[in-house]
């Protein structure tokens, strides 16, 4: 049984942790912290694990979570997670970050985030079908959930060398913005709206571009995302543009699928539906479902990715990330459908 | 290894046991039968268990599936379920009735539903927590959604012979009303709306009036059903007004707790969470939870359960009862969260 | 043209009186107060009303308002207002508080606030349907919505001596609770969610009971509100319980029907759809919408009216009030249908 | 006083242009078609309406139509438009068609549509933000809903000749698809979900490549509609990639901005809002809300609009164009905010 401990577990994506892992055959999550409600009862923050979690918050230091626990999982705001990570490691505890603070190179990080890294270590990039890395790593970077859904969705075409420039243009359930109450998850602003956000300058763009050059140096990639009236999940669509010279391949609609299920071919999560992908088939589960159109006769793809946002974009993807650091499958703990309707 | 079969797959309560079931430890479906769809994909119905179900729709007969099954479930209209359930049970397989057609007494059924029974027996009423004879049982009617909701709420209370009059105010989710398109259903009907229907005349209604004079036969029962923006879920809002002599017993709080929890000692599924229930604590969950608040210097207590009307309301609790007809442990397959946020 | 100020112009409330009155014929909005937000343009806050408003907002004091408006709506919440009306009042401006500052008699209204009121004044309680005497009044104090809703159900039956107890139990869209996130407010806690609060305490239970018993002083009166993923709207259901001696007539439809028609019939907001009230059909009108339905056999009408509780719950009401003061028609700049779909 | 007629009011259209012109100052509606209904009252199927319109639908013949009204609206589905307009055009009417029937030069249609046009005309384009030509038309094409937010969004940047490339992604609310309940306005399959559709192929798209290239014949096109969980609205975001001498003038915020000011300058219903255009602040308004931010250091403006599909989209630009036709001013019974929240 691997014990599991849970830096910041007051949020959603700490709360998500704590549901999947209750049923997870192999993984037992023995401290959950919160500084702020240290000696407070789990359940009284997240009360639909009531009566499957007996735990209270605590307020350990590092070295004390470290021996306590073979993994842990840091689910604090980019820029707190850096004053956790190299404790834990150096103490012995493998650790999945949940923030943005191992996900970047240095400057990348510190350009973007607009803070200074005062611990950095390299880490593995947590998205599994991308980064066969994982397995066995120490320390691993749980990537944002617009990057997971807009890297899976194109990935496959951009590695195969076809895109020249793709629009990822992505619609989300505001759980991604956490659980305080602001202007934009007020009800009557998000309800019967849909809210564009930083249009031009979302900080998972720079995990998006990272992820897409590794597989394709010159590929263009452009990133506006907006919130939707809805609690979980993001639809990602990806106008992908091929170079003039694919123009022809994407007019073949079977060499296109041949395309995609051969680069996923060992990815368990990754599932092509029937028809448009919908949210209510993702949702609370750690699949993503893609599907494509090309345009007829002209140079334009679209790929649409579902995924749960708390799931496969954050808790989920780190569980995965932890059954591959501890060696078992990815799909353990985690091999059940989505909640539709 | 229990095999299953599940007679009308293509709806939601279908689908919901197939996603219940694809994680249940003990228990296997070997069949899902449709007329309508036979030969085709379960899953290109039911997207969200894709990759977990590889079965395709069948139309074999009762005695066929009875051979093949230990237990079957009908999930069929009321009206239709009993030309399956005769069959079932006299070639062997046990049956649990997710329809109308074993929940009441002969006349009463006949008189609520317009219909003449055409093969009636005596079944166990599928609800665990006020009936024990579940367990061991060989046909079990599933109780229907908002009885579910309704009864658990009161139970206690009615069983104490406090209450003299109680009237359940429900708001249900609207999955409730099947996966074929309605006026009721189209979205811009009932998004921003709360939709009361069969006011005072809802078939719900004897099987609630049923379950609480068992408990106290001179209670008087109101309910009145409404939808309302949600997909799953029923909370209900009893209110109760008590017996002359019972005022003071309800102004203390303590005793009203200990009645609940004395009543439902033994009852995993039921829970008490801080503060109101919220549908997000139980969805996707067999739980109902459960609170409750006497009106100072009045007669009345407010009493508040949620459930999510597909598990603990329909496919779930009929899991649960699957459980004890053969010998496990109630929660096996069922123990899990809620899928809040 | 009558002048109009609004004091405390930076909420719901009061942004919806600047939308009714944009398009009021005979009323003009001079001035619109926030002492936060003095000097910002009143179309920085409320963006719906771009291009038809030039104000920005000011901070001027009670004497300079009532000088410079013929009437006044005081917008802010309760125990503010009572710093302003008399003020108002005695330098000569009409005034329609939206607080409950004037709603109840002194001393409910102390218990019921828990605060002192430090300048009581008799008031014109503004629902024009059951209080006649609005008209021509110079101070009226405004319902608040929930009130609004239940005491137009039953008004008529309790008015007749039909009814022994009402228990209403009311559902809100959230906009009631205003401009300012909450935990309550947060999309992911009410989307796909209802929720009872202040189950048995809710301060607009005095108001109800007040208006009810004014018409007949031995009704017994319950009253629980919720919230529901709505942003506009409440849907009351009254489930009223008849005298002993009134058993038959409610079970002849007609009577019912007539007693309603004859109690509303100078009522032109009040209306009677084919079916049950829809919130669309009256959403941004000042509208009522009522229809009843008698339970067989029993002592039970559940009656069902539907508002927008920022129109006729609130703002609309008020500009309903503020013709009736004036001598205008009441109907004036509020004739416009609902917004379905 | 303008005598206007409906063919086809039982619809969405239908009941908002009856909404809209229920306040109209100079139009009244004298006759509203329907062959289904003929015989039924209107404000059966149009709740929100009633007490503010008498009538019931009628099967008249277009000659008759024709003689009783100055203007006649057709809102019937596209291929049934070409039946009505022809006659009622010959018999002295002017008539506002609301299908697509007259949008398109005449092969267009009938390539998009796959039918054979029976009756084609000339006609003006009704968006008179583009089209002057409206003032005294005879016959007026009111625009998809799609082309409407999409061309006000990009026309004047591409008017400039700046634009290589427009990407559109628009997300509508779903009374687009009209009232009749399908799967896609399925409560549980559109709530907590968006839905891509017709990804390459929908039938608005070569109504916004026309009214693009009309403006510069070089611009490239693309379009993929979804549907996202709200009654009413569009938020069209449009990615425009310009071309590579325009890269330093769209990096100057405030010439963007004169850009669209002077283009708009005589538009009453194009507003600027501070931050993000909001589905709320258009909402059963006639306003088109847009807002823009280019891409620092890079080739990509964004440009978000937001319209209510019904009005702007629809019915309000339909009586816009009407209010042209007849010498008005454009924005005669339509000068009203939106309805948020």
Known sequence: ?????IIGGSGYTGGELLRLLSTHPEAKVVSVTSRKLAG?????????????????FEAPRAAEMAERCDVVFTAVPHGTAMDWVPALLDNGARVIDLSADYRLPLEVFEAAYGIKHRAF??????????????????LVANPGCYPTGASLAAAPLV??????????????????AGAEPTDTSHYPNLAENVRGYKLTTHRHYPEIRQELTRLDSKVKVSFTPHVVPAIRGILTTAHAFV???ARDVIQDREEI?????????????????TGVPMLGAVRGSNFCDIAFEAEKGSDRVVIISAIDNLVKGA????????????????TTGLWFPGGAP
Chains 1, 2, 3, 4 share one sequence.
Do not use: T, W
Not at 40 to 56: E, F, P, T
Not at 159 to 176: C, E, T, W, Y
């Open 257 to 273: 699928s041949r395309i995609y299920r051969e680069f996923y071919k060992e990815a368990h999560f990754i599932r092509f539906p």
């Open 1 to 5: 049984m691997i014990n599991v401990g």
């Open 315 to 330: 808790s989920g993807q780190a569980i995965q990330n932890m059954n591959l650091m501890m060696g078992l499958d990815e």
């Open 243 to 245: 170079r003039e010279e």
């Open 121 to 138: 270590r390299e880490a593995a990039f947590g998205m599994p079908e991308l980064h066969p890395e994982v397995r066995g790593a120490r």
């Open 159 to 176: 590695n195969a060398g076809l895109v020249d420039r793709v629009v990822f243009d992505s619609k989300s359930g505001i759980s991604g």
């Open 40 to 56: 407070k009862r789990v359940d009284s923050v997240h009360q639909h694990i009531r009566g499957l979690c007996d735990l209270s």
